[in-house]
């Protein structure tokens, strides 16, 4: 008989590799959304801790000169509040919509891009809009 000798080669089956690159896109297709709404939760947290400032400030103002105030310049010439400058260069402020409703607009400097939305519900007592996710995102 002739002898024949058995090879063992080491190594993954294309079918192992299938898999593995299977799961690793399962994982990838969950991981990336949640990831860029952190990123961009991240980069609202500013404007948002900033509309909450202007708001119990505004009713500072409120309570001293018994109206609402009619723009951000109103609380920042007065003692009531000063925003920092770079949160000025990224966000824009509106006011004018109080008692109700206060906004942030990104501008360009925000590295997420321009026009991007906060708002507080006063209301409610929740921010709706850019970087709000779960059960406090926009119904």
Partial sequence: ???????????????????????VAILAAIAVPTYIRYV??????????TLSALYKN??????????????????????????DRGT????????????DELK???LEDMVGGAGKEIRFDVERGKFLGYG?????AEE
């Fill in 1 to 23: 008989m002739k002898g024949t000798l058995k090879r063992h080669q080491s190594g993954f089956t294309m079918i192992e590799i299938m898999v593995v690159v299977v799961i």
């Fill in 40 to 49: 961009e939760s991240a980069r609202a947290s500013d404007a948002r801790s």
């Fill in 58 to 83: 505004a009713r500072l103002f409120r309570q001293d000169s018994g109206e609402w105030p009619g723009s951000v310049e109103d609380l920042s010439r007065g003692k009531y509040l000063e925003i």
């Fill in 88 to 99: 000025l260069r990224q966000w824009s402020f509106d006011i004018s919509g109080l008692p």
């Fill in 104 to 106: 942030a607009t990104s």
């Fill in 132 to 136: 709000v996710f779960g059960k406090d």
